[in-house]
């Protein structure tokens, strides 16, 4: 019996569905995630071939849309790898954003915001994506992240900014700067370790600290969203992500504070996208 694999691949974690005729789709989470402009495909497609080894012969297509695959050569990179581990199937890689929306707006037309290790956001007309706004990563951009809370709550503790107990909930082994150094600029996935801090920081969210740095990362989102999508194409927005999904209520308060309203937030689009898949393949 013929598999079709449908994947929602983040820079830190993926999450894979299985399609098989006359069977419920079935859902794999926690498997590592790729980005193929900062990860290392060696670990994914390591981990890709253990998880599927009983199903590899029978898989014959597979719909991967990734982190970091919006350019032809990036999302060609990512089939690469995926062809390394199913060398017979069909391999169809789009971009995360393009995952998002299906999973989320099927063939509706609507608003689309990614926010879990990094950001993107886009108009979707139903088919199409209209992306104005420049995808500059975690350095220079993915603000309102994980990645960017991250890296600001790891400022604020090097500088002293940060009360005792967040940064003791946050960063419990210490903070030495050689390991600091090592993860950021010699490390195989600097943003997912920057996006690690914001799992710890969104369970202290009535310190007023987190607030506050939670807000001004989201205010600066909202900020991006305004200076290049129209307030008719904004004003709902449908958002995905780890972080979207954890801190839905501030990130909700703070959108509608500048005229924007979160209408959906689901933790995965991969629900939407097996049902966007299935009928398809119907």
Not at 5 to 33: F, K, M, N, Q, Y
Not at 102 to 128: E, Q
Not at 237 to 263: H, P, Y
Request: proline share 5%.
């Amino acid at each position: 019996m013929s598999v079709t694999l449908v994947a929602d691949i983040g820079g830190t974690s993926s999450r894979w569905g299985i399609i098989r005729s006359g069977h419920d789709p079935r859902i794999i989470e926690g498997l590592p995630g790729f980005n193929p402009s900062v990860g290392d495909p060696r670990l994914f497609a390591s981990a890709l071939k253990a998880e599927f080894q009983e199903q590899a012969a029978r898989v014959t297509a597979v719909f991967a849309y990734g982190a970091g695959c919006g350019t032809r050569e990036r999302a060609e990179q990512m089939a690469h790898v995926l062809l390394a581990v199913w060398p017979r199937a069909r391999i169809d890689v789009a971009s995360d954003l393009m995952g998002a929306a299906h999973g989320l707006l099927g063939t509706n037309a609507g608003f689309v915001l990614i926010l879990g290790t990094g950001m993107n956001a886009a108009w979707y007309n139903g088919s199409i994506l209209d992306q104005p706004m420049p995808s500059l990563g975690y350095i220079l951009g993915d603000e309102g992240s994980g990645a960017d809370i991250g890296k600001y709550a790891l400022i604020d503790a090097l500088h002293g900014r940060m009360p005792v107990e967040v940064r003791d909930h946050v960063f419990p082994a210490g903070l030495a700067m050689p390991e600091v150094v090592k993860e950021l600029y010699r490390g195989s996935s600097p943003q997912a370790w920057l996006a690690s801090f914001t799992a710890p920081i969104a369970g202290l969210t009535q310190h007023a600290y987190v607030q506050g740095l939670v807000r001004s990362r989201f205010n600066a989102l909202a900020d991006r969203l305004c200076a290049y999508f129209p307030l008719e194409q904004r004003s709902s927005i449908t958002a995905t992500g780890s972080v979207a999904f954890g801190l839905a209520d501030t990130l909700r308060t703070v959108l509608a504070e500048r005229g924007m309203q979160l209408i959906d937030v689901q933790r995965s689009p991969m629900p939407g996208l097996l049902k966007y898949r299935s009928e398809a393949l119907l």
